[in-house]
């Protein structure tokens, strides 16, 4: 996994409350290799039926080109499980993702993908759209050591991380690896459980 | 004495493998359920150059890409193809149980778990696939999980995890006839919002809820994530024990008789403290049907459009004036009488033999107006539909009857709408395009759907049934 330490770079808002992981990738995408699905970002919601780029979608303005981070609304990337929601932002450019609340399983699954996903006060992501609204093309810096988060309008708001999480993300750290390190412990609670629940 | 403690807090506990001082639990996984998405897991797991820790705990089936008309898997999508042969090749090398095409006990992986007793109390089950939260329903604490951490519980068994917040709903009173756990879900998520239970594991409790059979408790927790749930769940109670008992995979003999004396001390004990409570009136509760594009815009079938005037602010307006156009809808016209083109009567929430059997007794001596179809959950409870004729019934009605998957719900097999039909859906996500581009979908209850089936418009089904 890529590790993630700090990232400056153009940040692009959608406004949308429970953007669900259905818009982020389509699910006629899913069954394709990796490579072929990343033109299936936002496929359906930045594009009409006819391929053309739909009017006022954020993500359609060259003004936002280059973003990697975007900056979202309540309940962001909520719904189907898909880790293909993350994989397809990260093969478009995006590292970090900004809201005052995530779908549970994506906010997993952008750890497993070395991006980081950050919960700020609601009123003050509203504003940070705003901004960004105001002056497409302008940046957010992210320091995930200092868990700082600075806005295109230069104030800074910390917010809260996993140590765990935050750790494994700044060395780019192989959880599967990392686990296997704690065999004598799995291998203790198999014995017990065949003990106690010899049923399963 | 310890405090008492929720059904949620004892499972964990029990499953901890280790506990880190910064808070993160590795927890071990009982129970891991595997589709025919899940083989690029499989693959980042061979490249690793291993194999699954406890392939006896794993089982599959291919729900997402098989055909409903026909059961053969040399399906025209080259990659629709590699997935259902893939899931074939990966169970066999890596010696996972699996209900294949062809098996009676093929079908979607929600309805298949539990019918076939794998999914079972006090016990951790994880599936990549959000709609885990199904296995809740009988004690267990089940969530849906991503690829990557589909490959880490293939590596190890295990996950990391940080302990979730719990919540307790509460739905006390009697429902009206006709009244099913769908609508209590619809109910709950209307009320508390489709982020209402974000970071939360759910508990459903009360009278309302200890009065449905499994089925019912199978489709309330299903949609437990359509409210921003980790994973919903209900005590097991004598419901729970007769639905397991003789299932194939359930305990036997004396096991049987250990697992009993188990599960019984799996319900959440007397005192306990959750960090959130909600309740709800049964009584209060009517048929629900969704006008929108998010579970959480939901109303009483004789409830009117809402107004995006009378949003409670500029954000949820904008958002609500998105969703009637997408929906194609205006405030004010009244849900009972809009005018449907499609049905699907199937998916994880609502294809096991009650929703069948609801949906056939509104369809009986009928006939559709529109297109419905009706996808049987898994072999067997076709199987079982067919001995009581209701195959029959909605093949007289004009329903069609087809093969098990998960088909129109989330449409990758080709089951899908056409742009600008409106479908009334015994799904779980009425999402933009979730059942094909520009298509929109109402959630309802089967037998909500199959009225709406034989009348060509939304209606309250007491109307048809008395």
């Known amino acids: 996994?890529?590790?993630?330490?700090?990232?400056?770079?153009?940040?692009?808002?959608?406004?949308?409350?429970?953007?669900?992981?259905?818009?982020?990738?389509?699910?006629?995408?899913?069954?394709?290799?990796?490579?072929?699905?990343?033109?299936?970002?936002?496929?359906?919601?930045?594009?009409?039926?006819?391929?053309?780029?739909?009017?006022?979608?954020?993500?359609?303005?060259?003004?936002?080109?280059?973003?990697?981070?975007?900056?979202?609304?309540?309940?962001?990337?909520?719904?189907?499980?898909?880790?293909?929601?993350?994989?397809?932002?990260?093969?478009?450019?995006?590292?970090?993702?900004?809201?005052?609340?995530?779908?549970?399983?994506?906010?997993?699954?952008?750890?497993?993908?070395?991006?980081?996903?950050?919960?700020?006060?609601?009123?003050?992501?509203?504003?940070?759209?705003?901004?960004?609204?105001?002056l497409p093309g302008a940046e957010i810096a992210i320091d995930l050591a200092k868990q700082t988060v600075t806005g295109p309008d230069g104030k800074t708001d910390s917010f809260e991380v996993d140590p765990f999480r935050k750790e494994m993300l700044l060395k780019g750290a192989d959880e599967v690896k990392i686990t296997l390190g704690y065999e004598a412990d799995i291998k203790r609670f198999e014995d017990r459980q065949k003990q106690e629940m010899p049923w399963l | 004495m310890t405090a008492p403690r929720t059904m949620f807090e004892k499972i964990w506990q029990r499953h901890v493998v280790v506990d880190r001082p910064d808070g993160y639990t590795l927890l071990y996984i009982d129970r891991h359920l595997m589709h025919d998405g899940s083989s690029p897991a499989y693959a980042r797991l061979k490249a690793r150059g291993m194999g699954l820790r406890r392939?006896?705990?794993?089982?599959?089936?291919?729900?997402?890409?098989?055909?409903?008309?026909?059961?053969?898997?040399?399906?025209?999508?080259?990659?629709?193809?590699?997935?259902?042969?893939?899931?074939?090749?990966?169970?066999?090398?890596?010696?996972?149980?699996?209900?294949?095409?062809?098996?009676?006990?093929?079908?979607?992986?929600?309805?298949?778990?539990?019918?076939?007793?794998?999914?079972?109390?006090g016990t951790t089950l994880v599936c990549g696939d959000s709609h885990t939260s199904t296995h809740g329903a009988l004690g267990a604490l089940a969530f849906g999980i991503g690829s990557s951490e589909v490959t880490h519980v293939m590596a190890t068994q295990c996950l990391w995890q940080r302990k979730p917040k719990s919540m307790r709903i509460t739905v006390d009173g009697t429902l009206h006839p006709h009244i099913t756990g769908k609508d209590i879900i619809l109910a709950i998520i209307g009320k508390i919002g489709a982020a209402g239970a974000v970071g939360h594991v759910m508990e459903y409790a009360g009278s309302a809820i200890r009065g449905l059979s499994m089925e019912g408790r199978l489709t309330l927790c299903n949609m437990s994530i359509e409210a921003g749930g980790r994973a919903g769940m209900v005590a097991p109670d004598d419901t729970t024990f007769q639905y397991l008992n003789g299932k194939p995979f359930a305990p036997k003999g004396a096991n049987w008789d250990k697992a009993m004396a188990f599960w019984k001390t799996v319900p959440t004990e007397d005192?306990?403290?959750?960090?959130?409570?909600?309740?709800?009136?049964?009584?209060?509760?009517?048929?629900?049907?969704?006008?929108?594009?998010?579970?959480?815009?939901?109303l009483s079938i004789n409830g009117r459009v809402p107004d995006p005037a009378s949003a409670p602010n500029p954000g949820k307006q904008e958002n609500m004036k998105r969703a009637l156009e997408y929906m194609d809808l205006k405030p004010g016209t009244?849900?009972?009488?809009?005018?449907?083109?499609?049905?699907?009567?199937?998916s994880c929430t609502n294809s096991r033999i009650e929703d069948l059997r609801a949906a056939a007794a509104v369809a009986k001596g009928r006939k559709a107006k529109i297109p419905a179809w009706v996808v049987a959950g898994s072999g067997l409870v076709k199987q079982q539909a067919e001995a009581e004729g209701l195959d029959k019934i909605f093949r007289e009605a004009g329903f069609d009857w087809r093969e098990p998957g998960c088909s129109m719900c989330i449409g990758v097999n080709g089951d899908t709408g056409v742009a600008g039909q409106?479908?009334?859906?015994?799904?779980?996500?009425?999402?933009?395009?979730?059942?094909?581009?520009?298509?929109?979908?109402?959630?309802?209850?089967?037998?909500m759907a199959a009225a709406a089936a034989v009348t060509g418009h939304f209606t309250d089904v007491r109307k048809l049934l008395g």
């Open chain 1, 1 to 134: 996994m890529d590790a993630f330490t700090t990232l400056k770079a153009v940040a692009v808002p959608i406004d949308q409350a429970n953007v669900d992981t259905d818009q982020i990738i389509p699910a006629r995408f899913l069954g394709r290799t990796r490579d072929r699905q990343v033109e299936g970002f936002f496929h359906d919601f930045r594009l009409d039926p006819n391929g053309r780029p739909r009017e006022g979608v954020t993500l359609n303005n060259p003004a936002y080109k280059g973003a990697k981070i975007i900056v979202g609304n309540t309940n962001f990337a909520c719904g189907s499980s898909r880790e293909n929601a993350v994989t397809t932002m990260v093969d478009n450019g995006f590292r970090s993702f900004i809201a005052p609340s995530f779908g549970d399983i994506f906010f997993n699954n952008c750890f497993q993908n070395g991006c980081l996903p950050i919960r700020l006060p609601a009123d003050r992501v509203a504003r940070i759209r705003v901004i960004l609204h105001e």
């Open chain 2, 55 to 121: 392939a006896d705990r794993a089982a599959a089936t291919p729900d997402h890409y098989v055909k409903t008309d026909h059961r053969s898997k040399d399906v025209p999508d080259a990659d629709h193809r590699r997935l259902l042969n893939d899931i074939t090749k990966n169970c066999n090398e890596a010696g996972v149980t699996l209900f294949d095409l062809g098996d009676v006990r093929q079908g979607i992986i929600h309805v298949v778990g539990p019918e076939q007793g794998l999914s079972q109390p």
């Open chain 2, 271 to 298: 005192g306990a403290t959750f960090d959130t409570e909600v309740t709800l009136n049964a009584a209060e509760i009517a048929p629900m049907v969704t006008w929108g594009t998010s579970p959480e815009d939901v």
């Open chain 2, 334 to 346: 009244p849900m009972d009488g809009i005018a449907v083109d499609k049905v699907f009567i199937g």
């Open chain 2, 422 to 447: 409106r479908i009334a859906s015994t799904s779980n996500r009425n999402f933009v395009g979730r059942q094909g581009v520009g298509v929109r979908t109402h959630l309802v209850s089967p037998a």
